[in-house]
Nanobody, 121 residues
């Protein structure tokens, strides 16, 4: 079955950096666009950004643009989210996701279980 497993979360001070990684298995990885989302308790899950199948196209939402970047390694079936200059409002559970169609990336077919990132002020 499809598995997306995130890692790399934890506690970090404001201004610090964290790199999240997501390992995919059980799917033809290079046929999937990958995305990152985050969710704070009591709020809807928020789309953060995405990367195309080959990695030649990325999209980052304005709220984190310039601080977050997405990359993928198709040889390792992984996708990373590099987060720099973190702010307390970045505190959330971060999820990776997979979707065949770029236009549907905000409605993924598969989700990871999430990893907590907590930014202290």
């Amino acid at each position: 079955q499809v598995q997306l497993v995130e890692s790399g979360g934890g506690l970090v001070q404001a201004g610090g950096s964290v790199r999240l990684s997501c390992a995919a298995s059980g799917l033809s990885y290079t046929t999937y666009n990958m995305g990152w989302f985050r969710q704070v308790p009591g709020k809807e899950r928020e789309f953060v950004g995405s990367i195309s199948r080959s990695g030649d196209k990325t999209y980052i939402v304005d709220s984190v643009k310039g601080r977050f970047t997405i990359s993928r390694d198709n040889a390792k079936n992984t996708v990373d989210l590099q987060m720099n200059n973190l702010k307390p409002e970045d505190t959330a559970v971060y999820y990776c996701a997979a979707q065949l169609y770029w236009s549907d990336i905000r409605s993924p077919a598969y989700w990871g279980q999430g990893t907590q990132v907590t930014v202290s002020s």
